[in-house]
C-alpha cells in the first residue's frame, strides 16, 4: 500500500464506511482547534501545531482511532470515554457506533491545550539556555593555571633522550624521568 502524502488520500484509499466515519472525525477536530494545521504524520492523519503533532486519528477494519491518549486526557474524560476502549495512548471508536462528534471536538482541544503548554515550556527553557549563555564572563568560575613548568620541561627531555647514541637510549618515559633529575 503506497504511503499517502495528505489526508484525503488516505482517506481515499479507505473501505466507505471507514471514509464517512474518519471524514466527520476530521470535521469535528478542524472546527474545534481551527489554529492546527492537517497533514499525514507517522502514515496517518493529523492535526499540527507548528511542526508539533497534536492529535492523530486512523481508520481500521472494525475501529478507528483517536491518537494520543494522555494520562491527562483519559483522567479527564473518564466517565465520558467509559464506553470506548482505551489502551496504550489509543481511544478506539467503532465503526459500528455514530461518530461522537461533541466528545472529538472537546478531546481535540484538550490535547490542543496540552501542546500549547508543551510549546510554552520548551520556548521558555530555550530562552533560559539563550540567556545563560549571553552571561558575562566574570560571573563564570575561573579556569585554574596551566602547570607549565612540567610540561616546559619534558618536551625537551624527550629530544635530549632521543639525541642519546644509540646503546644509551631509555625508553620514552625512562628516559624523561632520568633526564629531570
Known sequence: M?????????LGDKPAPVQRALAEVRRSIARA????????????????????????????????????????????????????????????????????TGLIGRLAKFLFQEALEREVARSAKKAARRSARASPKSVQPAKKPARKAAVAKAPAARVRAAK?????????????RARAR
Request: a positive charge; zero cysteines; aromatic letters at 12%.
Open 2 to 10: 503506497p504511503k499517502a502524502s495528505s489526508i484525503d488520500e488516505y
Open 33 to 100: 482547534i481551527p489554529a492546527a494545521l492537517e497533514g499525514i504524520s507517522y502514515q496517518i492523519p493529523a492535526f499540527k501545531l507548528g511542526t508539533s503533532p497534536v492529535v492523530f486519528f486512523a481508520g481500521w477494519t472494525e475501529h478507528y482511532s483517536l491518537y494520543p491518549a494522555s494520562a491527562g486526557l483519559v483522567k479527564a474524560f473518564a466517565k465520558e470515554l467509559s464506553p470506548y476502549s482505551v489502551s496504550k495512548g489509543t481511544i478506539r471508536f467503532p465503526l459500528s457506533a455514530k461518530v461522537p
Open 164 to 176: 642519546a647514541p644509540a646503546g644509551k637510549r631509555a625508553s620514552g618515559r625512562q628516559s624523561v
